[in-house]
């Protein structure tokens, strides 16, 4: 997987395609041959269509103190801190391309450990924070508890929602019946004043207790098919409200994610990982 052999000079790159569930990532290996992503270069993809929509750019890069280093853009070119279906797609290339069944991933946030049972790969995201500061958000208006909370300003009529950092924000609201159109008010909720740094936006219906139909607004992204890190806080949001069990099969458009929130207080995800292909795209135009 190493780039070594990507290309033949600085005027193409190699990228990978793999989805998670439904969740699109355009992946670029660096740990050989380095390359500056940021927000002009996820626009120039984009804007000169060198490769289809995806959901979010990921940069594998070497790390000194995992076995890689993994960095997010949304479409927008914005950074995402987390994203667990890219860590899953990127494990299981670390896996081929070494032989191994357990490894460690540095985020900006936090290190994950990842580990391959049969053909299943499991991701432990750590444990969540549900502190008002830590979401984060208005500190203007800090309430007791984060876990019913009502949105200032709402652009619809919409229950109380829950917030849950699992190394990236989210705010969960459940519904007993039909939702809000989420392409309508995704972008309005995630830029609402609540939130400084923008919050990734679910949409949920409790199935029975131990399962979910989820649908999500990703911050940056829009709507996506999954999102990993948005089912790791919709359990922990329906488990602190007493509508689900720890252990829970999350159904997106994109598939199914299955989320087990341990005694330890560690989130463990698992789910379908694909390889798309490659791409070798000319970028001499770049500047």
Same mark, same amino acid.
């Given at each position: @997987?190493?780039?070594?052999?990507? !290309?033949?000079?600085? &005027? ?5 395609? @793999? ?8 992946? !670029? ?14 626009? !120039? ?19 000194? +103190? ?7 853009? &949304?479409?927008?070119?914005? %950074?995402? %801190? ?16 070494e032989n191994i069944n ?9 290190? *994950? ?5 049969? %053909?299943? =790969?499991?991701?432990?995201? #750590? ?16 309430? %007791? ?10 652009? $619809? ?26 392409? +309508? ?7 609402n004043q609540m939130f400084?740094? +923008? ?11 131990? &399962? =979910? ?18 089912? $790791?806080?919709?359990v922990i949001a329906s488990?602190?409200? #007493? /509508? ?15 989320? !087990? ?7 463990? @995800?698992?789910?379908? /990982? ?8 000319? *970028?001499?135009?770049? +500047?």
């Amino acid at each position: @997987m190493h780039n070594e052999k990507s !290309y033949k000079d600085r &005027n193409t790159l190699k990228l990978i395609k @793999m989805n998670g569930a439904g969740n699109t990532f355009v992946i !670029y290996d660096s740990r050989d041959i380095d390359f500056n992503i940021n927000k002009n270069f996820i626009t !120039y993809l984009l804007e000169n269509k060198k490769v289809k929509r995806f959901d979010q750019f990921v940069k594998i890069s070497r790390s000194k +103190k995992s076995d890689a280093k993994v960095s997010f853009w &949304n479409i927008d070119g914005s %950074e995402a %801190e987390m994203c667990g279906n890219a860590i899953r797609c990127i494990t299981s290339l670390l896996f081929e391309e070494e032989n191994i069944n357990e490894c460690q991933i540095e985020t900006v946030k936090r290190n *994950i450990k990842c580990w391959k049972d049969e %053909e299943k =790969i499991f991701v432990d995201i #750590g444990e969540p924070n549900l502190a008002w500061e830590q979401i984060p958000l208005e500190p203007s208006i800090k309430s %007791e508890t984060t876990k019913e909370i009502e949105l200032l300003s709402p652009p $619809c009529k919409l229950p109380k929602f829950s917030a849950v950092n699992v190394g990236n924000p989210h705010a969960v609201f459940f519904f007993k019946e039909s939702s809000p159109d989420l392409l +309508k008010v995704g972008k309005l909720i995630e830029e609402n004043q609540m939130f400084p740094n +923008k919050i990734n936006v679910s949409f949920a219906n409790v199935i029975d207790n131990k &399962n =979910i139909k989820l649908d999500v607004w990703e911050r940056g992204a829009g709507i996506t098919k999954a999102c990993g890190s948005a089912a $790791c806080a919709t359990v922990i949001a329906s488990v602190n409200l #007493g /509508y689900t069990e720890r252990k829970v099969n999350v159904f997106l458009p994109g598939g199914k994610l299955e989320i !087990y929130w341990q005694k330890d207080d560690h989130i463990v @995800m698992t789910g379908p /990982y694909e390889f798309d292909g490659e791409d070798i795209i000319n *970028i001499s135009n770049y +500047k």
